[in-house]
């Protein structure tokens, strides 16, 4: 009984010893949680009183996408060099991933007959199996040729298939297998790595790099909204932020008056 005493209270000091180290988000999913907990024991009649009925967890303050500057974008597919299979298959995700701003389970969710080269266009599922249509840029096109041709897929694709499905992936690992979410996600660190971008970048970048890019040239955010999928334009405009950002960034940093003498 003593230790059933002693739990509210612990549980009350966790968030307020975890607010003096940790981030907002961090300390917001354990507050819920210890809530959670309360909760549970008051309804267990463990203890009698939920101290955590009228405890708030934190508001957690929006933060802004970080994409890379086109210039790292073209110094993490430049460094993508080799005609081996895995380079062409590297090649070509991080062609598609950029140029098309896919999500990283929609990228290894991808069929062969979801891509039409000739058309130019990709069939991608999105969350709740949302389907659209994706235009493929000529770069992303071309990296996928060479990763159909004889030296790039079919280089790596067995003699007999381990599972049903794994023969229409468009990706696949060294193995023959249909490449999963962790395996894409290691091929992008590494190779973000490799050019000294490996604390920067992972699959998520090259798709909040696509949407900013593209709007920092002037494309309209509704045609963004419709290549990224997002369900609601709200959520494309944290991306016009992040242009503004980078517009006010370069003013300060160029023009003669912005900082004052």
Known sequence: ???????????LLVPG???????????????VAVRSLHRYLAVEEVVEVDAGADVEAPRVPAGLPKALSEEEITRLLDGITGDEPVARRDRAMLEVLYGTGL???????????????????????????????VP?????????????????RPALAPARWARRGDAEAVFLN????????????????GRATAVGLG????????????ATHMLDH?????????LLGHASIS???????????????????????????
């Open 1 to 11: 009984m003593r230790l059933r005493a002693l739990l509210p209270l612990v549980c």
């Open 17 to 31: 010893v975890i607010a003096a180290q940790e981030a907002p988000a961090t300390v917001a999913r354990t507050t």
């Open 103 to 133: 999500r990283i389970a929609e990228l290894v969710g991808l069929g062969l007959g979801d891509v039409d080269l000739d058309g130019a266009l990709l069939r991608a599922f999105g969350k709740g199996r949302r389907e659209r249509i």
């Open 218 to 226: 002037g494309a309209d955010i509704r045609a963004v909204q419709e």
């Open 235 to 261: 959520t494309t405009q944290v991306y016009t932020k992040v242009s503004q950002e980078r517009l006010f960034d370069a003013y300060r940093a160029a023009h003669p008056r912005a900082r004052g003498r």
């Open 174 to 189: 060294q193995r023959g297998g249909r490449l999963t979410r962790q395996g894409a996600w290691l091929v992008v660190k």
């Open 199 to 210: 604390d920067r970048v992972w699959p998520h970048v090259l798709r909040h790099s696509c």
């Open 136 to 152: 493929i840029g000529r770069m992303a096109r071309h990296a996928l040729e060479a990763w159909y041709d004889p030296g790039g």
